[in-house]
């Protein structure tokens, strides 16, 4: 991809950077014309004059020392801008640590990542941390047995962005055609679309040039089929009646165009001064999908989609987010059966460029998952395509790696399974038991059943969560909150199955919401409950509401009991002390009995009516409401201050 491709990424951006430079240098023509050895001594030479260098030119010379993989150079003036520079160039944030990837270790850039001053996303850090563990593990690819192979029909020049059509297969290519000139920075022709016919082995059969597309001397590439809609969506440079078309800076970009075959073409989608990369049309959802380097991104070029009527565009570009989207160049997105392949060359791959599958749910994507060293190289491996044929799968890609006939090879490769490992999603919110509001802050982890942690993670505002692990056959699911219950659950694979396609919503309860203030103690929150007169046993009303400090004890199994209980004024003295003192045993036994632990109960005590809340004392008229005040049972807990430190 160091060729063609690059070009459609790098070359347009360079010429804005050029264009809000101060004083001219040398190095800014070198630079321009990828020339990038040139360009260090040129501007080398300028600060051995004394010259400073704007931050763009200085920009130019690190990214320079980048090309020519002097890594340790690069890092030292990307790591001095942003300690000068209080504007995060995430481009070039990802390049420093695509850098540091090459002379240093993983601790080092997880240092780098975890910089609260960078300001990285945290699904960038969620996402590398994942990638780090199933490459250094080698979890990427299984079992799976890829044929991948070279295609006879490539050519010396670059052939990349593959794309089915019925039978055959489009793809783009710089081969030249006789009567298109060559496009100045590679010295190939303008890009065209070809098809082949795809033989029963894979390999493509003479391929041709799309001839019912409708003909322009410049640039036409990535093509996309639609069945639904019987068109090609592809790019092509901006032209107005067959000439090129420039911005106010003299830029030629690159728009998005439909044409239904042997229809009419239009301009789908076109900016004179942005370009754009990669159609692809979802049938499924009617959407458009595409790359290009719009404002307020996250990188470079990021995949955005636009909703479609049909094909119409219907809506403003919609960024896919930061859990796809990274400081890097993210490109060549394609929907396969509920998962998002697409290229990046953000610093935790294998490469430059290498190929990420990610789940989708509804409007949600998983984690990017690399697809592992089969499919992806040292090199840039991107426009990966796929589909089921036969008992198996048929996919190709496009790569620079060595071995190759041109600038960019298109591979193919037949697999039984979709590659990329199977990974164990779990999402949902975390609510207040009772009041169904989210919890912000709760701790959700996945543990072993032995008890390791997998992984763990932080709820949002709202109480939502989402964890993305390797596939396991057994977890144990652990959620907590200071002064809130804990939820553990251990799941086997079948109850696992059928959480992927819920939200798992966990509900925890406030310790405050099962505890109340009465008579200056902390007591359970319990209905008021009655024994009969002079009886002990505990009736179904009395067990209904024992039965809640049952529960509160098994969601606080910390919690120590003191059980109170008091009578009226009425009869005598000791035989009042000796029928409390007997209630409170039996709400003990029935406790224990009901599986709390003697442990929780550190007293049960009978005060008789030694504590009268009001003026009914001994020979004192009151009405029965009155005295009905004094007969109660608390059931204090002992260890409220200390329970949560």
Request: proline fraction near 3%; include cysteine; glycine fraction near 8%.
């Amino acid at each position: 991809m160091k060729n063609t491709i690059s070009i459609f990424i790098i070359f347009f951006a360079i010429i804005t950077a050029v264009s809000g430079q101060g004083k001219k240098s040398k190095g800014d023509d070198y630079f321009f014309q990828y020339s990038y050895k040139k360009a260090i001594i040129a501007y080398e030479d300028d600060m051995l004059k004394g010259i400073v260098l704007s931050p763009v030119q200085y920009l130019n010379l690190a990214d320079s020392y980048f090309q020519v993989q002097n890594f340790e150079k690069a890092n030292d003036m990307y790591l001095q801008y942003f300690s000068n520079d209080t504007i995060t160039d995430n481009y070039r944030l990802n390049r420093l640590l695509l850098g540091l990837s090459k002379i240093s270790d993983n601790n080092r850039i997880k240092e780098v990542l975890r910089d609260k001053g960078l300001g990285f996303q945290k699904e960038l850090i969620e996402n590398s941390d994942f990638n780090y563990n199933i490459l250094s593990n080698k979890k990427v690819e299984g079992n799976l047995d890829f044929n991948v192979f070279n295609l006879i029909s490539n050519s010396a020049q670059s052939d990349f962005s593959p794309s089915f059509y019925e039978d055959d297969l489009l793809f783009t290519s710089g081969r030249p055609l006789g009567k298109k000139a060559n496009y100045e920075p590679t010295n190939e022709s303008y890009l065209d679309i070809f098809k082949g016919k795809i033989n029963t082995d894979g390999q493509l059969e003479n391929p041709i040039v799309l001839s019912s597309l409708e003909n322009s001397n410049y640039h036409k590439a990535t093509p996309y089929f639609s069945e639904k809609l019987n068109s090609v969506f592809y790019v092509l440079s901006n032209t107005n009646d067959g000439e090129l078309e420039f911005d106010e800076n003299g830029k030629n970009s690159l728009a998005i165009g439909v044409q239904k075959l042997n229809g009419q073409f239009r301009f789908l989608w076109r900016d004179l001064s942005t370009s754009f990369y990669y159609p692809f049309y979802d049938a499924n959802t009617d959407r458009l999908y595409f790359a290009a380097n719009l404002d307020n991104g996250y990188g470079g070029t990021d995949i955005y989609y636009v909703n479609t009527n049909n094909g119409n565009v219907m809506s403003a570009p919609i960024n896919l987010g930061p859990r796809i989207n990274s400081p890097g160049n993210e490109i060549a997105p394609y929907i396969f059966e509920n998962s998002l392949y697409f290229s990046s060359d953000v610093f935790y791959g294998l490469g430059g460029m290498d190929i990420y599958k990610a789940s989708i749910s509804g409007d949600e994507f998983g984690i990017p998952l690399n697809l592992g060293p089969t499919i992806n190289s040292a090199e840039d491996d991107f426009g990966f395509v796929i589909k089921n044929k036969g008992d198996g799968l048929l996919g190709y890609f496009s790569s620079n790696r060595p071995g190759g006939k041109g600038g960019d090879d298109i591979y193919g490769f037949m697999v039984d399974e979709k590659p990329g490992i199977k990974t164990l999603v779990l999402k949902g919110k975390v609510l207040r038991q009772g009041k169904k509001t989210g919890l912000a802050n709760a701790n959700v982890k996945l543990k072993t059943k032995s008890g390791d942690l997998l992984h763990s993670a932080i709820t949002s505002e709202d109480g939502a969560y989402r964890i993305e692990i390797p596939w396991q056959d057994e977890i144990v699911f652990e959620v907590s909150k200071e002064k809130h219950s804990v939820y553990s659950q251990n799941y086997t694979s079948t109850a696992l199955e059928e959480l992927q396609d819920i939200d798992a919503n966990i509900g925890l309860v406030a310790y405050q919401d099962i505890v109340e203030e009465k008579e200056g103690q902390t007591v359970i929150k319990l209905k008021k409950f009655y024994f009969q007169k002079n009886r002990t046993s505990i009736t179904e009303a009395i067990a209904t509401e024992l039965d809640k400090v049952v529960e509160a004890v098994s969601l606080f199994p910390e919690i120590q009991l003191r059980i109170e209980t008091h009578t009226d004024s009425r009869g005598g003295g000791a035989t009042n002390f000796r029928l409390t003192q007997q209630r409170s045993d039996a709400i003990k036994k029935y406790l224990i009995s009901k599986g709390v632990s003697n442990a929780n109960i550190l007293y049960s005590v009978g005060y008789g009516e030694d504590k009268i809340i009001n003026n009914c004392k001994n020979g004192v008229y009151c009405i029965e409401l009155l005295h009905q005040q004094n007969q109660r049972c608390l059931l204090v807990v002992l260890n409220d201050n200390i329970l949560f430190n």
